[in-house]
């Protein structure tokens, strides 16, 4: 039987150790489903009750990636609304769906009918997952689908993701809530050093909200940097 602990201070998320190396983990929602391909984890308590978890590949989410690179906050816990911009056939967000829990809600949000489908599927078994098709530089047309949130996390490959995620979070994030942003400089401007975009849209970012940490996601995944910012 694993060890299964918390991973360092973040609520809902865990690890165990296996053949030496860290495995991030999160306590399957619906147990018996697997999202991804993922491997299950189990762990029986002293009182024989059995939990399950699901393996977090850091590889194939860049949240996963951002908490295997010590960031210090992703500013989502048990019970939290979350809105996530970019959330292809739904790896991640299944994550996020088993952190906030059954009382919590994550509002996927895609452009690509093709994935929003694959993203409908996981939204049958997980009952906090709220499927919406809708361009995310145009948050005045979801508006009337979606409440404030405690966190607004993007994961976009556009050129224009930080005003993209500005918008978001100013139109729907809670005073002091966090806003997570996994950015690709690629998408930005191909031709660029990604270190001088990184510095370029940390300027960006610091005139509408607060940076609460910054990593690079290598070698997780290539020219990507993590913003985490706070509402002011």
Not at 76 to 98: A, F, P, Q, R
Not at 149 to 164: G, L, S
Not at 170 to 197: E, M, T
Request: glycine share 6%; aromatic share 10%; with cysteine.
């Amino acid at each position: 039987m694993p060890d299964i602990k918390q991973f360092k201070h973040f609520k809902g998320v865990f690890e165990t150790k296996d053949k030496g190396r860290t495995v991030l983990l999160t306590k399957n929602l619906v147990p018996g489903k697997i999202v991804y391909g993922e491997f299950l984890y189990y762990y029986t308590d002293e009182q024989g009750v059995k939990t399950e978890f699901r393996e977090w590949n850091p590889e194939r989410s860049k949240l996963g990636a951002a908490l295997m690179k010590e960031v210090s906050q992703i500013g989502m816990k048990e019970n939290d609304y979350i809105l996530y911009l970019g959330c292809s056939t739904g790896t991640t967000v299944s994550h996020v769906s088993d952190i906030v829990g059954p009382n919590g809600l994550v509002f996927a949000l895609d452009f690509a009918p093709r994935v929003l489908r694959d993203m409908v599927f996981v939204a049958e078994d997980r009952k906090n997952i709220a499927p919406i098709m809708a361009d995310a530089n145009k948050p005045e047309s979801y508006a009337h689908l979606i409440c404030e949130v405690d966190t607004v996390f993007m994961d976009i490959a556009q050129k224009n993701q930080a005003e993209i995620f500005i918008k978001n979070c100013k139109a729907f994030l809670k005073p002091g809530g966090f806003g997570l942003l996994a950015l690709k400089a690629r998408s930005v401007d191909v031709s660029r050093n990604p270190k001088d975009i990184f510095r370029e849209i940390r300027t960006k970012l610091e005139k509408e909200l607060s940076i609460v940490d910054y990593r690079e996601l290598d070698p997780f995944e290539r020219d990507h940097a993590f913003f985490v910012v706070k509402k002011k």
